[in-house]
């Protein structure tokens, strides 16, 4: 597949021009680059995981009243 195939086809599955689709650099992966990473996993992981941290809260007084003139 040529970089012109690649673009007509994305272009084709996208509704896009192929002009636009040259553009926004898309590439042709080598299967024997294995150690090609477009998004590096050194990112911490962006969730939350609500039931670990629910299991791990410590208990808490959540159900008092707060009181702003302090009686």
Known sequence: MTQRD????VAVA???RP???RRRGFGIADP???NFDPEPDDVPP???EWQQMYEEQQPCSIHRRH???GA
Do not use: K
Not at 6 to 9: F, G, K
């Open 14 to 16: 996208t509704g896009e």
């Open 32 to 34: 024997l680059d294995v």
């Open 19 to 21: 002009s636009v689709i």
């Open 46 to 48: 962006q969730w939350l």
């Open 6 to 9: 690649l673009d007509t086809a």
């Open 67 to 69: 009181n702003p003139d």
